[in-house]
């Protein structure tokens, strides 16, 4: 079993950042790679961003290349997310995701997720 939380959300104004946390806790083989996903209101959770274990590897959705940055502490069991040049188009709540296999981009491969945290961003 793996336990991910998440924080750091909160509300911003277009062009601000924010920087999520995930803390995660139980069996660290099931959090070799992890994600990032989000929701907005009415649309259905979409990948956002991923990365290994050693960190050799990430991807990002097109939406967030170059803004956002992922990151992990092996050592403290978390992944973060670092959001720059935020816009009112990412506001959702963001989950925290341990990919169990298949590809990465996908929501039903990602076996453990968050409660999530809000982000808003206004305009």
């Known amino acids: 079993q793996v336990q991910l939380v998440e924080s750091g959300g909160g509300l911003v104004q277009a062009g601000g950042s924010l920087r999520l946390s995930c803390a995660a806790s139980?069996?660290?083989?099931?959090?070799?790679?992890m994600g990032w996903f989000r929701q907005a209101p009415g649309k259905e959770r979409e990948f956002v961003a991923t990365?290994?274990?050693?960190?050799?590897?990430?991807a990002y959705a097109d939406s967030v290349k170059g803004r956002f940055t992922i990151s992990r502490d092996n050592a403290k069991n978390t992944v973060s997310l670092q959001m720059n040049s935020l816009k009112p188009e990412d506001t959702a709540v963001y989950y925290c995701?341990?990919?169990?296999?298949?590809?990465?981009?996908?929501?039903?491969?990602?076996?453990?997720w968050g409660q999530g945290t809000q982000v808003t961003v206004s305009s």
């Open positions: 995701a341990a990919f169990s296999g298949g590809s990465y981009f996908s929501r039903s491969d990602y076996n453990y």
């Open positions: 139980g069996r660290s083989s099931s959090t070799v790679r």
């Open positions: 990365i290994n274990w050693s960190a050799s590897s990430t």
